[in-house]
């Protein structure tokens, strides 16, 4: 299969998660990509979409966060790169999870998920931006 | 996402369809604490037309789980597909949540 690559940028409001929803669609739609495959990207996108969105900034202006989803070689490689915050997911600590109702907190769910479904994970600070490269077999 | 909603033997149904995200998941949560407020303290949440969900979903249930515990209520989820499932074990829920596989399944769990 040769290299396919689709760029967007998203607004850091959670009202975007459709347009990365429909972007993740016609992409996968386009290169024939399983359904739990998909399933995972979605996942994956918005749980690192919300991150950024929610807590990666201290002000109220308008920012972009660029994403890049390419193919190649059943190899699939994502990149998102914002201006928020320092924040590499990939020192997050593991929630508790073998806990009881009463004392499970949520801290840290996502970035979670995202390590389970993603086992190729690679973060840089570059000037003001974080940049996050992960790869994912289809 | 969609969300019907029907009492059934003292049990009030959630029957929830499409997407549970960021997006979508305050309106559910909306939904089932207007119920506990109205004093329905079991619920089932039906699955079955589910087709994604996120942590977003996930806190969604954790957060009504706990509320319900404490008042001696309890929440069983059902009938979810095989990838909704997988988020809940990843996240270690189905541990401490009833889940059933089936509705009749659920219903006897009260």
């Known amino acids: 299969m040769q290299k396919q690559t689709i760029t967007f940028k998203l607004s850091n409001r959670l009202s975007e998660l459709k347009t990365l929803n429909k972007k993740i669609d016609k992409f996968a739609a386009q290169f024939g990509i399983p359904n739990k495959c998909i399933f995972e990207i979605h996942l994956v996108l918005e749980e690192l979409f919300t991150n950024i969105t929610c807590y990666g900034y201290r002000d109220d202006k308008d920012h972009w966060i660029h994403v890049s989803i390419s193919c190649e070689n059943d190899i699939m490689t994502i990149q998102i790169e914002d201006d928020g915050i320092p924040f590499n997911p990939l020192e997050f600590e593991k929630p508790n999870l073998k806990c009881s109702v009463e004392d499970c907190e949520i801290g840290g769910l996502g970035i979670h998920l995202v390590k389970h479904y993603i086992k190729e994970c690679v973060y840089e600070r570059r000037g003001n931006k974080n940049i996050l490269i992960l790869k994912k077999t289809i | ?110």
Do not use: W
């Open chain 2, 1 to 110: 996402m969609e969300i019907i909603e029907k009492k059934q033997n003292e049990i009030h149904i959630f029957k929830v369809k499409g997407r549970l995200d960021s997006n979508t998941s305050p309106e559910l949560e909306k939904k089932i604490f207007g119920a506990i407020e109205s004093k329905s303290l079991n619920m089932i949440v039906d699955f079955e037309d589910l087709d994604y969900i996120s942590s977003a979903g996930l806190r969604v249930i954790l957060k009504t789980s706990k509320t319900l515990k404490r008042s001696e209520g309890s929440i069983v989820l059902c009938s979810m597909q095989d990838y909704v499932k997988e988020v809940f074990e990843i996240a270690g829920f189905d541990v401490f949540l009833s889940i059933a596989t089936k509705m009749n399944d659920a219903l006897e769990m009260f």
